[in-house]
């Protein structure tokens, strides 16, 4: 039998290699997205043994031809699962924080998730089944000094998320918006910022167990907001919740602008 085929943005470390081999080990051939090469290739010959074939796919999502790449791979309808995972956070205020990495996040956490999502989706409601990923960030219910761009960008890949599950009712396709807290990669190294040294180990999660929370969920198709650890889905119900001035101090924990 064919296996099903998933596409992974940012496919090479953290939560998207870890899409990637979770995929592998449930019957899934995959195409990897990611901007270093060597690093697909290796994840290729990591998942060999699984029985997986990981086609590399390399493109640059924060650029207007990366994204173009990977739309003609969607568009041929052979996707059967979509998982936007690529991402980066920065630290500084808005003003002080490099411009040119603000707008690449923007056009990674918008542009390209609102593309590769509408270039899927045709060939999932013309199977009727199918489903897309988005990861999110618990950040996405919160906003944070130090963190302006990226706390919006999430909020609105959560509402995109939460729109687009309107739309789909009763054709098949399930989306998701998979909202994470603090998780064990190599996030916040990449940026330069000490996050485990400034928040207890409780609240950190193994990527493992968040992708295990994704998967599980759509493959019963739903919910359509997936919040892994109970940590986190406290976090979001007292940020609904509370009083504004009590949020403000929950606001804090994410605050990236005093390195």
């Known amino acids: 039998m064919t296996r099903p085929l998933a ?41 060999a043994p699984l029985g997986a074939t990981l086609t590399p796919l390399v493109a640059d999502l924060s650029t207007d031809d990366g ?7 969607l568009a041929d309808g052979h996707v059967s699962l979509l998982v936007n995972n690529a991402g980066f956070g920065t630290t500084g205020t808005l003003v002080s924080a490099d411009a040119t990495q603000q707008r690449a996040m923007l056009t990674l956490h918008v542009e390209a998730v609102h593309r590769l999502t509408r270039a899927a989706l045709p060939g999932m409601l013309a199977a009727r089944r199918g489903g897309v990923i988005v990861v999110a960030s618990v950040a996405g219910f919160l906003s944070s000094g130090g963190n302006v761009n990226y706390c919006a960008t999430k909020t609105w890949q959560r509402v995109f998320v939460q729109g687009l599950h309107q739309e789909l009712a009763g054709s098949g396709v399930h989306v998701q918006a998979l909202c994470p807290g603090f998780t064990t990669t190599e996030f916040h190294a990449r940026m330069g ?7 207890p180990a409780w609240m950190w999660y193994p990527a493992e167990f968040v992708v295990r929370a994704s998967l599980d969920a759509i493959a019963r198709g739903g919910p359509v907001i997936v919040i892994p650890g109970a940590v986190y889905k406290a976090v979001v119900f007292l940020a609904r919740h509370l009083p504004l001035w009590m949020v403000e101090r929950l606001n804090g924990v994410y605050r990236r602008d005093t390195v």
């Open 7 to 47: 596409l992974i943005t940012g496919a090479t470390a953290g939560i998207g290699a870890q899409f990637c081999r979770s995929l592998a080990a449930r019957g899934y051939d995959l195409v990897g997205v990611a901007r270093d090469g060597a690093r697909l290739d290796a994840l290729a010959t990591e998942l």
């Open 67 to 73: 994204i173009a790449r990977v739309e003609s791979t």
């Open 193 to 199: 910022f000490d996050q485990r040294g400034r928040t």
